[in-house]
Nanobody, 126 residues
């Protein structure tokens, strides 16, 4: 059984940085396509970033491109989301997620992810 545990959220001022972590168990990150999503109050869950099996392919939402970086450490079985130049509109609960196969049917669609972390709150004050 796959388990994902998100951590690293918190309160930060605009322009600040946070690093989120997602520790996986039950499956190794080296063969596990994973991503980060976020959900703000009253809004639908939205794609933030995804990373390929080898870690060399990364994908970002336009709203975070150039500010956020997704990476993974297969030795630690952990995926990270480094968030820089944070804005108040980045405030949301952030979730890591994994697809059940070796390739996500649609890495941008949260419905295609089978496994989810519990979420970690990120609040950016102006």
């Amino acid at each position: 059984q796959v388990q994902l545990v998100d951590s690293g959220g918190g309160l930060v001022q605009a322009g600040g940085s946070l690093r989120l972590s997602c520790a996986a168990s039950g499956r190794t990150t080296s063969n596990y396509p994973m991503g980060w999503f976020r959900q703000a109050p009253g809004k639908e869950r939205e794609f933030v970033a995804a990373i390929g099996l080898l870690g060399s392919s990364t994908y970002y939402a336009d709203s975070v491109k150039g500010r956020f970086t997704i990476s993974k450490d297969n030795a630690k079985n952990t995926v990270y989301l480094q968030m820089n130049s944070l804005k108040p509109e980045d405030t949301a609960v952030y979730y890591c997620a994994g697809c059940s196969g070796y390739v996500c049917a649609d890495r941008y669609d949260y419905h295609k992810y089978a496994d989810w972390g519990q979420g970690t709150q990120v609040t950016v004050s102006s």
